[in-house]
C-alpha cells in the first residue's frame, strides 16, 4: 500500500485481510476520530479506548462488511456508537450517589481559534463561548460541517438524523451567533470558518 492510496481501496484491501490496510485506514482517520470523540465526552481514555475497539471490531467482521462510499462518516458513526454504549454501561455500574457523567457535549475552547488561526485569546474566547451558548445538537452538527468539512448528508449519517435536520440546526446555529456575537466577532468566526 502506499500513501495515496485511497480510503476505498484500503477499505477494500482490509475487508479482504490486509492487516497494513488496516493499520494505514487507523492512522489516517485517528486524529480526527480522536477530536471528534474528545468533542462528545471529555475522558480522553474512553475515546482512545473506543476507537481501539471500533478497528479492532471492524476487523474481526470485515468479511461480512459492504463496501462503504465515504469512510469518515461511517467510521464517526461508528464511534459515537462504541461512546454512547461504554456512557451507559458505566452509568449502570456507578453508584446512584455520583452524578453520571455528562456526554455528547461538543464543547469549544478559545485553543481551537488560537492555534488555527491569528486570532488573539480574547477574541477566540468570545468566540468559543458563543458557540458554546449553541444547544448540543447545533454544536455536533457545526463542529463535523466545519471543523471536519463534512457535507450535511454525512453528518446526518453520523447524527442519526435526516439531511434537513442537519441544515436546520447549522442555520439556527449560525442565526444564533450572529445574534450573540458583536459584528467584528461575527466576521472572525465567519473568517475562521472560512465561509
Given amino acids: 500500500m502506499t500513501e495515496s ?8 484491501a482490509f475487508r479482504h485481510g490486509n492487516e497494513q490496510a488496516l493499520a494505514q485506514l487507523f492512522l489516517g482517520h485517528y486524529d480526527s476520530l480522536f477530536r ?16 481501539q475497539d ?20 461511517y467510521l464517526f458513526k461508528s464511534l459515537r456508537h462504541l461512546i454512547s454504549d461504554q456512557c451507559i454501561k458505566q452509568n449502570r455500574e456507578r453508584s446512584l450517589r455520583l452524578p453520571a457523567q455528562p456526554f455528547f457535549e461538543v464543547v469549544f475552547s478559545h485553543e481551537d481559534f488560537i492555534i488555527s488561526t491569528q486570532l488573539s485569546g480574547e477574541q ?16 455536533e452538527a457545526i463542529y463535523l460541517r466545519f471543523f471536519d468539512g463534512l457535507e450535511y448528508d454525512k453528518i446526518a449519517e453520523v447524527m442519526n438524523v435526516h439531511v434537513q435536520s442537519v441544515r436546520n440546526l447549522v442555520c439556527q446555529g449560525v442565526k444564533s451567533l450572529k445574534d450573540i456575537l458583536s459584528p467584528i466577532h461575527l466576521s472572525w468566526l465567519l473568517l475562521c470558518l472560512n465561509l
Wanted: charged share 30%; net charge positive; hydrophobic share 40%.
Fill in 5 to 12: 492510496t485511497s480510503d476505498n481501496e484500503l477499505w477494500y
Fill in 36 to 51: 471528534y470523540g474528545r468533542r462528545l465526552i471529555r475522558d480522553e481514555e474512553l475515546v482512545k479506548d473506543c476507537i
Fill in 124 to 139: 477566540a474566547l468570545v468566540i468559543s463561548q458563543a458557540l458554546n451558548h449553541l444547544s448540543t445538537r447545533q454544536r
Fill in 54 to 73: 471500533l478497528f479492532h471490531r471492524l476487523w474481526l467482521k470485515r468479511e461480512s462488511l459492504t463496501d462503504v462510499k465515504v469512510i469518515k462518516p
